[in-house]
């Protein structure tokens, strides 16, 4: 209701009337209604091509210049998208102060009553661009999605889950939802698999075949830690083997290379596995995965 009130009193304030609307607008010829159509065309193609571009190249480059391709994305497409705006208005407004002033004030009436949402979306991404919570080719969970940053738009940002669906969220949906991002613009992500046994398993032998795991995969990052870290439940002794893939789209791939290792040196160690007491279905299967 204020800001409603807010946008009102602006109204009366800056909203040009009848006698000045001719000074604030250029006369709309020919000439620039071609030059806007073509303006917006340009930039239309513009964004396509940046997309498609970038796509295409960085799936061609070293695996380390992938995500710094992808990340310069939003800023290109904003670029554009300021270069078009700015070209449109030097088409049609008389640039002075006054009428700077006069359109500003319209332009915010008309968004905070009909448009508020999609602004709001707008200026959401600006600031999360900026803020830098996650980047293009980043791996989030953002609300109940996770997935990996395939496009960052003017309104939404779109995820590609592990099922290979395309989610699109609002950026104003960001005001209000955590987001996790799993790599923070690097190339790997920590990759955790929980792994239980019985109480009576040889502890120190199942730790060593996890490291065992991990360091002979060939998915693992050998510059980076692997950590097994080892819990106690009433049912069941729980390891979480903790590594690094070399690059996180391999995360999936990695666990099931991860669970095949290990289930397959348990299986030479006759290591046992709880048999009661399992919490739920996924670790029935004697390795679960966070």
């Known amino acids: 209701m204020a800001v409603s009130l807010h946008f009102w009193l602006l109204a009366q304030e800056t909203v040009p009337t009848a006698e000045n609307l001719e000074a604030l607008f250029k006369e709309v010829t020919w000439r620039s209604l071609l030059q806007a159509l073509l303006t917006v065309a340009i930039a239309y193609g513009l964004l396509t091509a940046i997309q498609s571009f970038t796509t295409a190249i960085s799936e061609k ?20 998208l300021l270069v078009a705006i700015a070209r449109l208005l030097h088409l049609f407004v008389n640039p002075t102060g006054s009428n700077l002033l006069a359109l ?20 959401a991404g600006i600031v999360t661009l900026f803020e830098g919570s996650f980047r293009m080719g980043d791996r989030v969970r953002i609300g109940d999605h996770y997935g990996e940053v395939v496009n960052y738009g003017l309104r ?20 209000n939802e955590p987001i996790s991002n799993a790599n923070s613009g690097q190339l790997e992500a920590q990759i955790v698999t929980d792994f239980y046994i019985a109480h009576a398993a040889n502890v120190e032998l199942v730790s060593d075949l996890l490291y065992q795991a991990a360091y ?3 998915y693992t990052q050998l510059k980076l830690p692997v950590t097994v870290i080892i819990l106690e439940k009433p049912w069941a002794t729980q390891l979480k083997l903790k590594a690094y ?26 290591v046992p596995y709880p048999q009661v007491g399992w919490p739920n279905a996924d670790e029935a299967s004697g390795a679960s995965s966070e």
């Open 104 to 123: 500003t004030g319209t332009i915010a009436v008309a968004l905070g009553f009909a448009f508020k949402d999609y602004v709001s979306s707008i200026i």
């Open 156 to 175: 939404e940002v779109r995820l590609r889950t592990p099922s290979d669906d395309t989610v699109t969220i609002p950026h104003n949906t960001l005001w």
């Open 245 to 270: 893939p070399m690059d996180a789209r391999d995360e999936f791939i990695y666990k099931t290379d991860l669970v095949l290792r290990v289930k397959q040196a348990c299986a030479r160690h006759h």
């Open 216 to 218: 002979s995969s060939r």
């Open 61 to 80: 480059v070293p695996r380390r210049f992938r995500l710094v391709i992808k990340q310069s994305v939003p800023f290109l497409k904003a670029l554009v």
